[in-house]
């Protein structure tokens, strides 16, 4: 008695802790050093006007989070597996780019870890960033990958909000401004909107949670009341790691400062604003932001692995080709040295064109593959706000495809 008691209830732990991993692997996935860039970069240029961008991306990231965890639970498939049932060779393309994208920004991910360690420790960056890639590389070895995960993202993630929190009240920011300009901005930059969207939601961002969803079996009609309170959650954490990091960027930049973006901005930033505490604040913010985005990058990049040899369905192949993923991205950063300011905002950027391709494909599925999601009736006002933002996204995508690529030249 004790023991069929007991199952059940260790059983519906697993699973919850498994969902709030999914909340904060979606969200410190959206807040590695590639956000943390763009968002230093855009601050300086624009100013108070980013917060209409900030905006843009948190409601983007509501109606395409909400859609594709809905979507994949439900149907119990990964993406790619979807795009392939929809439109026989989408899912290839599907997985191709993601991977290509997920790859570009571990890289980045990799050189932030090491930065991050080089501001709050004075590691030299190299060094620090093949430390980081072993402690990532770690949690794949262990017996219960799935659980460290979980457990690394959550109290990595409670670290972030906290001191990035604390920056932003000393920054002193122009609150009233900022908020103003959320909803009646100055300057609209359409090209800093579609990269500040990818960084945050694009690319192997969007399916980090909800393909993590697939792994600890909360899927079906049956969990999509609790699947979309996890998927609100954790668009409520990423919103408001957004809004206070640009919030303390802004606080610097309007009492004069002026950033240098084409070096560590984000850092400058923070000692200005709190002096000495304030880089290693920084540097302990970029490094937690760094390593959940190298372990959320490369479970993701890999999850779509499956559509091209059916191996990587097993848990150990996974396992083994998540810690490869890792280590190439690791040597090829040894190999370049830190990764400029451009590559991760260009890597922001690529994922923003990615973006639509998946997101429309998928909504296809809810929309006229009704058997693909086991006679799940999709919610008619969720599908419609997902067509208007799939819109809104190809078109950003197109009219900005050209700059962001020439974000490439520095």
């Known amino acids: 008695m004790t023991t069929q008691t007991t199952q059940p209830t260790t059983l519906a732990r697993t699973r919850r802790t498994a969902l709030i991993g999914a909340i904060f692997l979606m969200a410190t996935s959206a807040i590695g050093p590639g956000f943390i860039t763009q968002t230093t970069t855009f601050t300086a240029k624009l100013g108070a006007a980013f917060a209409f961008g900030i905006l843009m991306s948190i409601l983007?990231?509501?109606?395409?989070?909400?859609?594709?965890?809905r979507i994949i639970s439900v149907s119990g498939k990964r993406a790619h597996e979807l795009a392939n049932a929809v439109v026989p060779g989408a899912g290839y393309l599907l997985a191709a780019l993601v991977v290509l994208g997920g790859l570009v920004f571990n890289i980045g991910n990799v050189a932030g870890s090491g930065l991050g360690l080089n501001a709050a420790l004075g590691l030299d960056p190299k060094l620090g960033g093949l430390c980081s890639a072993l402690v990532a590389i770690s949690i794949f070895l262990v017996r219960r990958a799935g659980m460290a995960m979980d457990r690394l993202l959550i109290g990595l993630g409670v670290l972030m909000i906290v001191l990035t929190v604390y920056v932003a009240i000393v920054s002193g920011p122009p609150v009233g401004e900022a908020l103003r300009q959320t909803v009646l901005p100055d300057t609209v930059d359409f090209a800093a909107i579609t990269t500040i969207i990818g960084g945050t939601v694009g690319g192997y961002i969007t399916y980090s949670g909800a393909h993590r969803l697939l792994d600890s079996g909360t899927t079906g009609p049956e969990h999509a009341r609790e699947v979309t309170r996890g998927a609100l959650t954790g668009?409520?954490?990423?919103?408001?790691?957004?809004?206070?990091?640009?919030?303390?960027?802004l606080g610097v930049v309007s009492g004069g400062v002026v950033l240098n973006t084409k070096g560590n901005a984000t850092a400058q930033a923070f000692e200005s604003a709190a002096g000495e505490f304030g880089l290693r604040a920084f540097g302990v913010i970029l490094w937690a932001a760094a390593i959940t985005s190298v372990v959320g990058a490369a479970f993701t990049s890999v999850s779509f692995f499956d559509a091209f040899s059916r191996r990587f369905t097993?848990?150990?192949?996974?396992?083994?080709?998540?810690?490869?993923?890792?280590?190439?991205?690791?040597?090829?950063?040894?190999?370049?040295?830190?990764?400029p300011s451009a590559l991760l905002v260009f890597a922001g950027g690529f994922n923003g064109l990615i973006l639509p391709i998946g997101f429309t494909i998928l909504l296809y599925a809810a929309w006229r593959r009704r058997e693909l999601l086991r006679g799940y009736a999709y919610p008619a006002w969720l599908l419609v706000l997902g067509v208007l933002v799939a819109a809104l996204t190809w078109y950003m995508g197109i009219t900005s495809a050209r700059t962001i690529f020439e974000y490439l030249a520095g």
């Open 60 to 69: 983007v990231d509501f109606v395409v989070q909400m859609n594709i965890w």
């Open 235 to 249: 668009i409520a954490v990423t919103g408001l790691m957004r809004f206070v990091l640009f919030l303390a960027v």
């Open 314 to 339: 097993e848990r150990r192949a996974r396992d083994w080709a998540t810690v490869a993923f890792i280590a190439v991205t690791t040597v090829i950063f040894l190999l370049i040295g830190t990764a």
